[in-house]
């Protein structure tokens, strides 16, 4: 993991993508030069009262422009905070935090589902293979033009509004796809079925996690997952997931 670093950003520019759901581009001064696909960021409230930082993923890096874009939906006060910012406005964050996504050649599908859709278009940039991109959603399909400038995008909607009704799986079968590693990040109820999918088959799997986080950087132990290896902080069968994850190998982690 990179270096993390503490700055105030500068909003950029912010927008309402979807319902609930808001993109926003911040220029840094070193952060986004040191962010790689699959970490996050943690972002504090101006309001004093609430002292938590509220973690993001990093679903764009421009390293032009020292400046990340995250795509983030409205889940509470803090968050409801940020969607209220405008352009110009500066923001503490502290980043890039946890581990990203491992860059390999081989044949991948890059699968997201819901809120877990933003941290896998910076892969999608960056990742130099055969790439199957899928996508999970209820309905609205938002970033999906994004993502269609870096591979074949495949798509599934609970209701078959787009592409295939159902999951993210039913869509791989549906249009008979293959490929030798899997890359995700969604609902955990999807990345169990990707798990026990890619243990079948024999392909490499590589899931992100998400949790509630705290402190982002390890230390309150909030974020824990349940590990097949003890780690080396606590002792125990456990992961941090702001820490060791947000990224693991799927063998490596029970979820």
């Not at 270096?3 to 926003?24: A, F, L, N, P, W």
């Not at 964050?93 to 589902?113: E, W």
């Not at 990040?185 to 799997?205: D, S």
């Not at 997952?225 to 029970?254: L, M, Q, W, Y």
Request: charged share 30%; aromatic share 8%; net charge neutral.
């Amino acid at each position: 993991m990179a270096d993390k670093k503490k700055e105030k950003g500068i909003i950029i520019r912010k927008e309402k993508i979807s319902e609930g759901i808001y993109d926003m581009w911040i220029r840094t001064e070193e952060i986004a030069g040191l962010a790689r696909p699959g970490q996050f960021i943690s972002l504090y409230c101006a309001d004093g009262s609430r002292l938590l930082p509220r973690p993001i993923s990093i679903c764009e890096i421009d390293t032009k422009d020292q400046a990340l874009r995250i795509v983030y939906r409205v889940a509470g006060k803090g968050t409801e905070e940020f969607s209220k910012m405008t352009a110009g406005a500066q923001i503490d964050i502290v980043g890039p935090l946890g581990n990203g996504f491992p860059l390999q050649d081989k044949s991948a599908f890059l699968i997201g589902g819901g809120i877990g859709v933003p941290p896998m278009l910076e892969l999608a940039k960056q990742l130099n293979c055969e790439k199957q991109i899928v996508l999970g959603y209820r309905d609205d399909l938002f970033l999906y033009e994004d993502f269609k400038k870096y591979g074949k995008v495949y798509v599934a909607t609970e209701d078959g509004s787009a592409g295939t009704e159902g999951n993210v799986l039913d869509a791989i079968r549906e249009n008979g796809l293959k490929a030798d590693v899997i890359y995700a990040c969604g609902p955990l109820p999807m990345l169990r079925a990707l798990k026990e999918y890619a243990a079948k088959n024999n392909i490499e799997c590589f899931v992100s996690l998400e949790e509630r986080m705290a402190c982002g950087i390890g230390a309150c132990l909030g974020c824990v997952c349940k590990s097949k290896e003890k780690d080396d902080h606590t002792h125990v069968h456990n992961k941090r997931i702001c820490k060791e994850g947000p990224v693991f190998r799927a063998e490596e982690v029970d979820f």
